[in-house]
């Protein structure tokens, strides 16, 4: 390097560490150091003269033609003007422009220097991702805020319904009882006097009249029955029991129950192991004491009666009633196949209607299987037929190995 002024210029120009460039008034490069021919990948004479759109990219180019060179032009110099270069191999290159318009030899010239900021392409990078999920997280918010508006729409509907269901559900109770305990007086009072009138101590005249006395002693009986089954069938909603885990020992109880005052009755069950489910204990006692009670009633007349309880556990669905919402929990599946006469699969679910016998000589009321039904119900649960006429009925119990909390 000389020690001669203008000499020590252009060396200085030449090992600037950033670009600089010369523009005439028609915006064409006269001049590019070797720090910006760098950054283009290209070389001073392969730039020179071409115009400095060239080395811009289209956004850059735009903003150069309505701002850049108007503001130039206008004040004389502009300073911080972010741009983007566009190399020889069309890479793009943030860039911090200053510019200053000169004269010399009364010739117009613009003098530009380009420093490279790759890191604040790097912030706006991270400031548009942060934009991005500052957006996306205000519209997931807008949208679990509609759906917690909707769920509590729903809550106070349901609340509702649950008040008028509660509020119907007490009033029929109490219907029901009454009207139970008023059937019961005046079924007491003529089995009352009937026994009075024609006791055992006043023989009836004719058979006819003996054949009369005893459907009518028959009828008060079945009369009795049914109105007890009833009232057993309305209370059972009314229990207050609590919830605990029940076994196979509940099937055991149930046999002992219906063959207390039967001694000459002997009913074969073999029970495999139950899993451990939750439950109302004499509520699900009924529901084995209906079912065997069902089974001996119908007990075919060519072979004893035997019994066989095997159970698994399975997932299920929880709901029962709404077809697009899913949950499967561990469910226990009862089955309790019997080898009695059985009757015809079209009337699988009409056994489970109340009052509903396919045999209306059988003694039952036609309540067991409603009030078996009812109790499963009440515990989540489902209860299915399936039988076939001379070989027996299946009945499959699911109940959910755990109670949800009511």
């Not at 460039?21 to 760098?38: F, H, R, W």
């Not at 996306?136 to 106070?156: G, S, T």
Request: charged share 25%; aromatic share 8%; proline share 4%.
């Amino acid at each position: 390097m000389t020690n001669h002024p203008l000499e020590q210029a252009k060396f200085i120009l030449q090992e600037l560490p950033c670009g600089c460039a010369i523009l005439d008034v028609s915006g064409s490069l006269t001049y590019a150091n070797p720090a910006l021919c760098q950054l283009l990948g290209s070389s001073e004479p392969a730039i020179r003269g071409k115009s400095i759109e060239a080395i811009l990219t289209i956004a850059s180019r735009i903003f150069y033609q309505t701002h850049f060179f108007p503001l130039l032009n206008l004040k004389g110099e502009v300073s911080e003007i972010f741009m983007s270069l566009k190399t020889a191999n069309g890479a793009h290159i943030p860039v911090m422009v200053n510019a200053k318009m000169s004269v010399e030899n009364e010739e117009t010239v613009y003098i530009c220097v380009f420093a490279p900021v790759w890191e604040r392409q790097k912030y706006e990078e991270q400031l548009l991702a942060a934009r991005k999920a500052q957006q996306k997280a205000i519209e997931e918010n807008e949208v679990l805020n509609k759906l917690k508006a909707q769920l509590e729409v729903n809550q106070y509907q349901l609340d509702r319904k649950i008040s008028i269901l509660r509020e119907r559900n007490n009033e029929y109770l109490q219907m029901s009882k009454v009207f139970m305990h008023d059937m019961q007086e005046p079924v007491r009072k003529i089995s009352l006097f009937f026994d009075a009138l024609f006791g055992n101590d006043q023989p009836p005249a004719t058979p006819d009249d003996q054949r009369k006395i005893n459907i009518i002693r028959k009828s008060i009986q079945r009369l009795r029955h049914m109105t007890k089954s009833l009232l057993d069938f309305v209370q059972i909603n009314a229990s207050d029991e609590k919830i605990n885990f029940l076994d196979s020992s509940l099937i055991h109880q149930a046999k002992e129950e219906v063959t207390k005052d039967l001694p000459e009755v002997n009913i074969d069950i073999q029970i495999t192991d139950l899993p451990p489910f939750e439950g109302r204990q004499s509520q699900i006692r009924r529901v084995f004491v209906e079912l065997i009670k069902n089974a001996l009633q119908n007990t075919h007349d060519e072979r004893p009666l035997s019994i066989k309880v095997a159970a698994v556990v399975i997932q299920e669905n929880v709901y029962q009633h709404q077809l697009d919402k899913y949950r499967y929990t561990d469910h226990v599946q009862i089955e309790i196949r019997d080898n009695g006469s059985g009757f015809d699969g079209q009337y699988n679910s009409y056994v489970f209607g109340l009052f509903n016998k396919i045999d209306a000589r059988s003694g039952g009321a036609g309540l067991g299987l409603a009030l078996c039904r009812q109790i499963i119900s009440n515990h989540y649960g489902t209860i299915k037929a399936q039988s076939e006429l001379g070989k027996g009925t299946c009945i499959t119990i699911v109940l959910p190995i755990r109670q949800l909390a009511e």
